[in-house]
């Protein structure tokens, strides 16, 4: 086992990249390039760096030298010939060859896009432009890079010993949550926390805890490299850019109430069991549901990502009644600021009512909350989001209105487009 202390120790003399791999990424980041590969290959989208915890000032605490550094090494990554096998061939929601070949071989000629970077008020700008299957696989490295470069800062003036206790308190911390989760029956809790996770080496050793501690209740990773390596699931579907960009391409009102259901058209042709897992909350949950086809509602299950997530399931079960789906066949999988008190609160709740599932992500690679001083370890909010899209500004409403983005008259208009009206707020924990 890796003595995650040292290592970071000797990251003062930088033995370790941040992003070892293009497959250091997360699995529905590949599943959604490939469909954008067939469908939307040409479409030019602008992703943005966002971090939405101002009091955190980045520019102050990262080194610009270090991130260009890191970034450009990300640039000279090439797929591997294991890694490029591994794709190839592995079964993943068991069917062979998910990847075609032809995507395969754009991948393993990929090298991803430049970047353009600046300092503007305390934060990095951190842009990305081009076609979108290209641009898209750089939100996933650009998140873990500043995370880590973050985390690195803080440790950086720390001893030897300073730190082995720091990671013993972090894994005694962590391990206390495994613990809490064991009793749960039939629990299935899967990693989703590569984009915020501390760094690439605790993301790896939270997942083998996992392993270790829930045995088979504890489903995969969804970080790619991970899986390979662990020999376990990788897990994930598909995410909120995809309807963001869709709407942003559409040309009128009637198009642009029609895109989300465009999105999952296009996946249901790909996709079949576990990954038709629909994803509702981009542009308001009740309102995608009301005007959803009816060949939805036979679709496998929901990801609740926003707003109230018992909420959020009470309303597709009520959706799945009326369709005349049982929701007892349905998978709800549950993704949104979880930690060990809402996985037990929610599983207790909807557990032989639909099959619960939960994607755990920053709460379980990232909790280093009351370890150091001033608390300068907490996970905080940053994401790397698609902004425009054919010159186009995409808009995020959410069933949270505080995790809603975009132009402001473009929210408005979509807000009366989606018909989205008094929404109540969540605190955005991460």
Known sequence: ???????????????????????????????????????????????????????????????????????DYIRSLRLTRGESTWLRGNTFYGKRQMFTPAFMEWFENLQLPPYHLEKRDGQYELTFEGTWPEVMLWEIPA??????????????????????????????KL??????????????????????????????????????????????????????????????????????????????????????????????????????????????????????????AGWTGIRVDSGDPATGAEVAI?????????????????SDGLDVDKIRSLHEQFAGRVRVSFGWGTMLTNDFKGLVDDDALAPFSLVCKAVSANGRPTVKLSDNPRKAMGPAAEIARYKRVFGVGAQEEQEVVV
């Not at 003062?12 to 529905?28: A, C, E, G, N, Q």
């Not at 500043?146 to 013993?168: C, H, N, P, T, W």
């Not at 369709?323 to 549950?334: A, S």
Request: include cysteine.
């Open 1 to 71: 086992m890796v003595d995650i202390a040292t290592r970071v120790w000797n990251h003062k003399w930088k033995i370790d990249p941040i992003v070892r791999s293009l497959i250091d990424t997360d699995f529905y980041k590949l599943l959604m390039c490939q469909s954008v590969f067939r469908n939307h290959p040409d479409t030019t989208v602008q992703f943005s760096l966002i971090n939405r915890t101002k009091s955190i000032r980045l520019a102050e605490l990262v080194d610009e030298g270090e991130l260009r550094e890191q970034l």
């Open 143 to 172: 998140l873990a890079v500043i995370m880590e470069l973050r985390s690195r800062a803080v440790l950086k003036d720390m001893g030897k010993f300073e730190l082995q206790v720091l990671y013993a308190r972090a894994m005694t």
């Open 175 to 296: 391990w206390e949550k495994v613990d809490a989760l064991k009793p749960i029956q039939d629990l299935r809790v899967a990693d989703f926390g590569t984009r915020r996770r501390h760094s690439y080496l605790w993301q790896d050793w939270c997942v083998q805890a996992m392993m270790e501690g829930l045995g088979n209740n504890f489903t995969g990773t969804s970080n790619c490299r991970i899986a390979m390596m662990r020999e376990i699931e990788a897990i994930g579907t598909n995410a909120h850019e995809l309807p963001m960009v869709y709407a942003a391409l559409a040309e009128n009102d009637d198009a642009l109430r029609q895109s989300p259901y465009d999105v999952l058209a296009d996946w249901h042709e790909e996709h079949d069991g576990n990954l038709r897992i629909i994803l509702p909350d981009t542009y308001g949950t009740k309102g995608f549901l009301e005007g959803a086809p009816d060949w939805l």
């Open 318 to 334: 009520d959706w799945w009644k009326a369709r005349g789906e049982d929701p007892k066949e349905k998978l709800v999988i549950f």
